[in-house]
T-cell receptor, first 115, second 113 residues
């Protein structure tokens, strides 16, 4: 079993739709959870970061973490064509033999928002 | 403040040739990373350097070597390129704590014929 599982999609939605992106993980040591956005032919950039169970909101984006179920989600409200990108979840553990230096990524979900 | 820069942006090699990918960051970060990204495989860690003077293997280190030249620079070397190393390579850096953001460079697209 992979440490982090993410449905690669692709996901295609109309403009204005609510988008839900999800990842599951198996390593209970993961404490920090991130969502990166990657536009075509660009490097990933951090979109959201959280380290506690519950919801974190930033504009149209909400990150949700459920540590008991080992499940994280990213919700995009009122999706726009400019949100079309690949979304990667990423996680890291507390410092344990240097493991806090490393991120473990999901494979990414390709999202297209159609005008 | 350029962030993370990578050179070259594109490269085509023949099987057996060698090359070095360069990465530099100007954010005074302690940790630096090399990833490869392939379709359907996501980002996979090749090597990382938690701090100046240290390097460690990641998930897919075979066929690669790295050098942390100083705090700013972290290079990735392919000694004898193989077609399986055709990929997009990303360098990243972060300050060092688990909560710090990892910043990525723009990537190098490498094709090995």
């Amino acid at each position: 079993q992979k440490e982090v599982e993410q449905d690669p999609g692709p996901l295609s939605v109309p403009e204005g739709a609510i988008v839900s992106l999800n990842c599951t993980y198996s390593n209970s040591a993961f404490q920090y959870f991130m969502w990166y956005r990657q536009y075509s032919r660009k490097g990933p950039e951090l979109l959201m970061y959280t380290y506690s169970s519950g919801n974190k909101e930033d504009g149209r984006f909400t990150a949700q973490v459920d540590k008991s179920s080992k499940y994280i989600s990213l919700f995009i409200r009122d999706s726009q064509p400019s949100d079309s990108a690949t979304y990667l979840c990423a996680m890291s553990a507390e410092n344990s033999g240097g493991s806090n230096y490393k991120l473990t990524f999901g494979k990414g979900t390709l999202l297209t928002v159609n005008p | 403040n350029a962030g993370v820069t990578q050179t070259p942006k594109f490269q085509v090699l023949k099987t057996g040739q060698s090359m070095t990918l360069q990465c530099a960051q100007d954010m005074n970060h302690n940790s630096m990373y090399w990833y490869r990204q392939d379709p359907g495989m996501g980002l996979r860690l090749i090597y990382y350097s938690a701090s100046e003077g240290t390097t460690d293997k990641g998930e897919v280190p075979n066929g690669y070597n790295v050098s942390r030249l100083n705090k700013r620079e972290f290079s990735l070397r392919l000694e004898s390129a193989a077609p399986s190393q055709t990929s997009v390579y990303f360098c990243a850096s972060k300050a060092g704590r688990a909560t710090d953001t990892q910043y990525f460079g723009p990537g190098t697209r490498l094709t090995v014929l």
